[in-house]
């Protein structure tokens, strides 16, 4: 039996029952097979596997709020911290009625690949708490962010762990998270926490930033094939920050979005989402009611209650933006038979690795969302290194210094898939330039 099916194994057997986090790091691990098969003496010897799929940390904690009734509520809270090899812990926090740690640990064994690739100076981590914030009054958002931050704010720090937001955790979240922690300790330390408003230390663009970042590594894969964004349409999943970033740029480099979803179903607008109704994007995020068919009411077009759009309506490209494992076998038979050739995967692991495996066998390209949705926590390094500064970037240089990092992420695999002689696969690539970079350093600081 190989080190990598060995870990594996163990893995599966101290993790059972987590399933989206085996499913991760089964994928990882298959992809990276090449490079342990070169190095497998020392790092059997220093276990950099086994270390690197068990966490640094798991944090689980209570958090008791008072709704605007004046009743009490329970929720748990999480922050896993997962590999810090190459900087302090970063990733966001998840607020959603589906949170557990199975989904914290899968989020953050993937933010530490992510993070690698960008080439800064970050560790993997995730967090967030099973708290819904749909439907809720902003001073509860209020009380219940204040009591999450009154757990949590002992494991972060600007050099520790910086946290940022994630699906339900925007900037008044962030706002609410900020205040309570300066109370706490006592001093502006705005670099502990990202996402942060501009006028206490956030970066202009970094709400738009993962589907900007989505757009230019999507214009780097069309580039190598010979291919541009102009006059190609998209189908895009989610209708908050991601897929409202990923919508602007896609319009401004003259694409044109038909589709977006929410929990209820999908609407499909042929005329394109454009003008004011990305603005309206805005408004629907902000309302609080999480419905799409908000946008088929004021914009009157096709509403579909209940489904996604994959494989249901054809588009040059396929861009999920909500949540993992939206992709199914069975939405990727129906893409392959409806001849949807590329797959650009923004939101965390939306396609399960039975439907990506059977994409890639019949020839859809396949962009990984390790690299693709990397230009939000580029930006929010992006942001600590402009509090660590005490400066503010221009927009125009955060969407450059944006667009920079994610053409070196496309060159970065594609130099680790010639390496290998591995064609121009970007699932195996991500995995094995990421693995390469969190490896190295582990072996570099030794044993502890």
């Not at 904690?61 to 090899?85: C, I, L, M, P, S």
């Not at 109704?277 to 068919?293: P, Q, T």
């Amino acid at each position: 039996m190989s080190y990598v099916q060995d870990v594996f194994e163990m893995t599966a057997r101290e993790n059972r029952g987590q399933v989206q986090f085996l499913q991760t790091v089964g994928e990882v691990l298959r992809s990276i097979q090449p490079a342990v098969e070169q190095n497998e003496g020392v790092l059997k010897k220093f276990r950099i596997l086994e270390r690197m799929v068990e966490p640094d940390r798991q944090l689980i904690f209570r958090v008791t709020w008072e709704d605007d009734k004046g009743e009490f509520h329970v929720n748990r809270g999480y922050r896993v911290q997962f590999n810090n090899a190459i900087g302090p812990y970063k990733g966001g926090l998840r607020f959603q009625g589906n949170v557990n740690l199975d989904m914290m640990k899968f989020l953050a064994f993937e933010q530490t690949f992510k993070n690698s690739l960008t080439s800064l100076p970050m560790g993997g981590a995730k967090g967030g708490s099973d708290f819904d914030p749909t439907g809720k009054s902003e001073n509860e958002i209020m009380r219940f962010c204040q009591a999450f931050m009154t757990e949590l704010y002992r494991h972060i720090g600007p050099n520790m762990d910086v946290p940022a937001g994630d699906m339900g955790v925007g900037g008044r979240e962030i706002g609410y998270l900020f205040g309570q922690y300066k109370r706490i300790v006592g001093a502006f330390e705005n670099g502990v926490l990202t996402g942060k408003g501009l006028s206490y230390g956030g970066s202009l663009i970094r709400p738009e930033a993962t589907g900007y970042g989505a757009t230019y590594f999507l214009t780097e894969v069309l580039r190598h094939e010979g291919e541009n964004i102009k006059g190609k349409t998209f189908c895009l999943s989610g209708f908050g920050n991601v897929a409202w970033g990923a919508t602007k740029k896609i319009t401004e480099l003259g694409g044109k979005v038909v589709t977006l979803s929410g929990p209820d179903g999908y609407v499909y607008d042929p005329d394109g989402v454009s003008g004011e109704k990305m603005d309206f994007m805005l408004k629907m995020r902000a309302s609080n009611r999480n419905l799409v068919k908000d946008y088929a009411d004021r914009y009157p077009c096709e509403y579909v209650a209940g489904k996604k759009p994959w494989g249901n309506v054809k588009a040059d490209v396929y861009m999920p933006c909500a949540t993992q494992n939206e992709i199914t076998l069975d939405d990727a038979v129906a893409m392959v038979a409806m001849g949807v050739p590329v797959l650009n995967e923004v939101s965390n692991m939306p396609t399960t690795n039975e439907a990506c495996a059977y994409l890639q066998q019949h020839g859809v390209l396949v962009a990984p969302s390790k690299a693709v949705n990397a230009g939000g926590v580029a930006t929010s390094g992006l942001e600590m290194s402009q509090n660590s500064e005490r400066l503010n970037w221009s927009a125009q240089e955060v969407d450059m210094r944006l667009r920079d990092i994610m053409r070196d992420i496309h060159d970065k695999i594609c130099d680790t898939l010639t390496e290998y002689n591995m064609g121009y696969n970007l699932v195996a690539g991500a995995n094995l330039a990421g693995f390469k970079k969190v490896a190295e350093a582990m072996l570099a600081e030794g044993v502890y």
